[in-house]
């Protein structure tokens, strides 16, 4: 699409959405037999599997941590996932969106329980259409669920952008090509942020409003990741809301 003149028209986005609205999102847990965990998840325009294996044994061996499991992240665009086709294998992008996820879930996950193992996560973008990195953060924290790994709570993820001067949450593909500030955010349910990225420029005020409009999405998320892992398990009380 060439640039449109406005990407918000009487506070109204090009795809209908108010400006603190979320797209539509759409969880389901436990869609892969071979995996110990998985996650489908839709956002937007995206589509995104997340599969997770593990606890397993380390290989190679010299991997191992003696006090705890090692937690491996591969995010992966499939060719097809793009409009101009995506080069098969690791790039920088890649290299750098699996270490900020991997870094974003390790806080929950209780590694110490594990030791000389490996937990891997493997998130696959099959269709994307901006914020990808957090949708796989999203899926991937409930495949780590759903495969049993114990974890202090979930992690959920979303962006907030500038677009025509206006902060908006969860930017789409046209609004994060013409838009001015990109910020993906991810939180786990003791509010503790742990991944905060941006591209482009925000003010100082702009980055607190943006933060908070994150933070509230990420709440939002929590409870549809929260919804999916109950449609699949039945209602369950997690150690977070257990301690509250
Ligand atoms: O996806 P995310 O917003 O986390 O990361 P990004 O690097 O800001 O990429 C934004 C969007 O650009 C992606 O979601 C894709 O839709 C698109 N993209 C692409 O078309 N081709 C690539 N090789 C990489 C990204």
């Given at each position: 699409m060439t640039k449109p003149e406005k990407l918000?028209?009487?506070?109204?986005?090009l795809?209908?959405?108010?400006?603190?609205?979320?797209?539509?999102?759409?969880?389901?847990?436990?869609?892969?037999?071979?995996?110990?965990?998985?996650?489908?998840?839709?956002?937007?325009?995206?589509?995104?599997?997340?599969?997770?294996?593990?606890?397993?044994?380390?290989?190679?061996?010299?991997?191992?941590?003696?006090?705890?499991?090692?937690?491996?992240?591969?995010?992966?665009?499939?060719?097809?996932?793009?409009?101009?086709?995506?080069?098969?294998?690791?790039?920088?992008?890649?290299?750098?969106?699996?270490?900020?996820?991997?870094?974003?879930?390790?806080?929950?996950?209780?590694?110490?329980?594990?030791?000389?193992?490996?937990?891997?996560?493997?998130?696959?973008?099959?269709?994307?259409?901006?914020?990808?990195?957090?949708?796989?953060?999203?899926?991937?924290?409930?495949?780590?669920?759903?495969?049993?790994?114990?974890?202090?709570?979930?992690?959920?993820?979303?962006?907030?952008?500038?677009?025509?001067?206006?902060?908006?949450?969860?930017?789409?593909?046209d609004?994060?090509?013409y838009?001015?500030?990109?910020?993906?955010?991810?939180?786990?349910?003791?509010?503790?942020?742990?991944?905060?990225?941006?591209?482009?420029?925000?003010?100082?005020?702009?980055?607190?409003?943006?933060?908070?409009?994150?933070?509230?999405?990420?709440?939002?998320?929590?409870?549809?990741?929260?919804?999916?892992?109950?449609?699949?398990?039945?209602?369950?009380?997690?150690?977070?809301?257990?301690?509250?």
């Open positions: 918000i028209v009487d506070g109204k986005r795809d209908g959405r108010g400006l603190n609205e979320l797209r539509p999102i759409r969880f389901k847990a436990g869609v892969l037999k071979r995996a110990d965990g998985s996650c489908y998840l839709e956002f937007g325009g995206n589509k995104v599997m997340a599969a997770v294996y593990g606890p397993r044994e380390v290989h190679p061996r010299h991997l191992q941590n003696a006090s705890r499991a090692i937690v491996r992240y591969r995010y992966n665009m499939a060719a097809f996932s793009v409009e101009e086709r995506k080069r098969p294998g690791p790039d920088r992008r890649s290299i750098e969106i699996s270490k900020v996820s991997r870094e974003a879930l390790e806080s929950v996950i209780m590694q110490e329980l594990y030791p000389r193992s490996a937990i891997d996560i493997f998130v696959e973008i099959l269709q994307a259409d901006a914020g990808t990195r957090v949708a796989g953060i999203n899926a991937a924290s409930v495949a780590l669920a759903d495969a049993g790994i114990p974890m202090r709570c979930l992690v959920s993820a979303c962006a907030v952008g500038k677009v025509d001067g206006e902060l908006v949450l969860d930017l789409n593909k609004e994060d090509n838009g001015q500030a990109d910020l993906p955010v991810a939180m786990n349910q003791f509010g503790e942020i742990t991944l905060c990225q941006m591209d482009g420029h925000m003010t100082e005020e702009e980055f607190g409003r943006a933060l908070d409009m994150a933070i509230e999405g990420c709440k939002k998320l929590h409870q549809m990741q929260r919804q999916a892992l109950i449609e699949k398990y039945g209602e369950m009380v997690s150690p977070a809301e257990e301690a509250h």
